[in-house]
């Protein structure tokens, strides 16, 4: 896994559509300015969360499909390993705890004659204190449902694993 | 069938009877037979199993899978590059963005922001 780490970008999947990255390389941020969500929606991305995107290898849209939904599970199954809590999966793509949403997944795919290369993009509500009003009832984050610290580097790192090892398992 | 025809002022009574294989025509007395190209053994239709992939042709941009449209990045009559954003299909939770393959002229745009789409879908016509 390559990993760059920026302190703030506009978005992290923007970084990485425009550079021509080998597969698995991974955009990290500490914020971003223009977090998106699915439907031009944006994505609170303030210092604390942790933001980044993975280039994904060559794949069918069928299989990019499968692909948003195990890194919904893999990210569900590493905050219940980490933080012993129970996460709720809305699928495809979003992350609840406690009724409120704690993370998403926004995967992109640019397609010319075919599908030329795609980006998935992970918004984790980590170490984020406090929510903005509008945001407050939809939203939470690790930090406020255990009251402990997250290490960002170290889930990033589990989760782009865990995906790489179910992508395997699943491909097999 | 029976069937009854005028021919030339006169009434006359067509019975046209399908066997195995074979057309038979019956006018008044005369019985015409004919061999039935047409005719499965077991009569079952077959019916087409694969459809055709909707590949992109270079004069129009198709939805690669149903969904709804986001963004139209171009104008009718735009010129644009190769690898431009034409549209952006939100699909499955995810965002599609459809590139052009070559450089060319945008010719019309059949979709709006907001309208759902069907998988193969013109969305975008070229020149």
Known sequence: MLLKKYKSVNSTSTIAKKM??????????????????????????????????????????????????LASFVTAKIIKENFK????????????INQKKV???????????????????????TNIEKFPKELENIATSLKIETGKQVDNEKILKQIVQEIKNQLKIISE | MK???????????????????????KIGKKEFSFKNNNYKKEGISVARTNIPKNKFSKKEIKAPIAGTITKIFVKEQQAFKKNQKIVSLS????????????????????????????EGEILVILK
Do not use: C, H
């Open chain 1, 85 to 96: 809590i129970e996460p709720f999966i809305k699928l495809p793509n979003d992350i609840f």
């Open chain 1, 103 to 125: 993370g998403g997944i926004l995967t992109e795919n640019i397609i010319g004659q075919d599908v030329k290369f795609s980006i998935m993009g992970i918004g984790l509500d």
């Open chain 2, 3 to 25: 069937l009854n025809i005028n021919i030339k002022g006169k009434k006359k009574i067509i019975e046209i009877n399908e066997e195995e294989g074979k057309v038979k025509i």
């Open chain 2, 91 to 118: 699909a499955m939770k995810m965002e599609n963005e459809i590139v052009s393959d070559f450089q060319g002229t945008v010719k019309s745009i059949l979709v709006k922001e907001g309208q759902k789409v069907k």
């Open chain 1, 20 to 69: 021509d990255y080998e597969p698995w390389t991974v955009i990290w941020a500490e914020e971003q300015t223009l977090g998106r969500g699915q439907k031009s929606n944006g994505w609170f991305s303030p210092k604390g969360g942790l933001y980044f995107s993975i280039v994904l290898p060559k794949s069918t849209i069928e299989d990019l499909q499968t692909l948003t939904i």
